[in-house]
């Protein structure tokens, strides 16, 4: 969930129970990372892009913020060499270098597929609406609690690094390379200092205020029959496709 240029501007299900949403992304999601046929995985993605269609601002988005989820895949991609020599030296041949290629490419459209559905379900829901609705759904208050405070703390972090390297970078001299790395490292260091001391004196001034934990809920739900539907669907479409998935590679 960004706060920034990335934010979403339109949510196309804001009509849907945040409950219906958060079931909704709990099964799908738990399908597209047990999948082993690409087609089905594929019709998954364009399914999860169909509500953005219409938005070409929303889908340039979508569009960016794969690109942090896809660095993570660039990892495995860059192994592949070291797998292809380990099956050369194990005779497995190209048979085997096939067969990592194709793990490979499986696991990247999971990622993907799993990253849509979040971004479409969960994400325009925003912190305050998955909150509220993990609490109604009887998640552990402290639980979503921490989630909360976790979340608006990265940015407050963020926002500290930022100014920190801004400021370094406006005010430093001339230095080489390993100098440069020097400030970055005593940068770094002092934001975290500042955080874990601004995190317990937050931590001492809410519990002087009598916070004990739990966060009210704040929003009023209302199941419609559209809820009922939708989720019944999710429900109904996981097993099928898990099924079918097993089936089509029997």
Known sequence: MYL??????????????PR?????????????LTLTNPFIGGAIMLGAVVPFLKEKREMRKLGLRLIPVNLFTLILWLSLPLNGLWFHFNGAGGGGISESLSRSLLYTLRI?????????????LGIG???????????PA??????????????VLYHGLFVSVLAMRLRRPRQNILEQWRSYTAVFASTLVKALLRAQKIGNIMKVRGFTGVLPVT????????????????IILSPSLWILDRVWNF
């Open 4 to 17: 920034d240029r990335l934010e979403f501007e339109k949510d196309p299900l804001q009509g849907f129970d």
């Open 20 to 32: 219906c949403r958060i079931g909704a992304a709990v099964c799908l999601i738990l399908l597209v």
């Open 112 to 124: 993907n597929a799993a990253a849509l559905l979040y971004m479409v379900l969960i994400i325009p």
């Open 219 to 234: 929003k009023v739900f209302i199941w419609r029959l559209q809820d009922t539907l939708f989720l019944g669907a999710c």
């Open 142 to 155: 402290t639980l979503v609690s921490l989630l909360l405070l976790t979340y608006r703390y990265i940015f």
């Open 129 to 139: 609406g998955l909150a509220n609705g993990l609490m109604k759904l009887k998640v």
